[in-house]
Nanobody, 122 residues
Framework: VQLQASGGGLVQAGGSLRLSCAASGRTFSGYAMAWFRQAPGKEREFVAALMWSGGGTYYQDSVKGRFTISRDNAKNTVFLQMNSLKSEDTAVYYC????????????????WGQGTLVTVSS
């Protein structure tokens, strides 16, 4: 199983970025797909998640209304559209996949991408 994250970069506060996570190596039907982030010196934290087969989306409170998680089944890709970025969004962003468990807990996720750095300048 491979999760390949991309799309990070340097952006000014108030700007936007779209992260992509290309998944391969298995069928992800029934899996939860999520984005986590880790800022320097901090714990890895949940950002957003969805179920590959459909259903709701889930967000950390601080990104609600600014970030949108979505998927393209045909391309086996999950996206994170990030708008109105703030300096506190600066982190390495990781995509992850889980077969079950608590969607917001990093310990539920078995598969991780390599991370992509997002830097928001103020």
């Amino acid at each position: 199983v491979q999760l390949q994250a991309s799309g990070g970069g340097l952006v000014q506060a108030g700007g936007s970025l779209r992260l992509s996570c290309a998944a391969s190596g298995r069928t992800f039907s029934g899996y939860a797909m999520a984005w986590f982030r880790q800022a320097p010196g901090k714990e890895r934290e949940f950002v957003a998640a969805l179920m590959w087969s459909g259903g709701g989306t889930y967000y950390q409170d601080s990104v609600k209304g600014r970030f949108t998680i979505s998927r393209d089944n045909a391309k086996n890709t999950v996206f994170l559209q990030m708008n109105s970025l703030k300096s506190e969004d600066t982190a390495v962003y990781y995509c992850a996949a889980a077969r079950g468990g608590e969607l917001t807990s990093r310990y539920a996720y078995s598969y991780w991408g390599q991370g992509t750095l997002v830097t928001v300048s103020s």
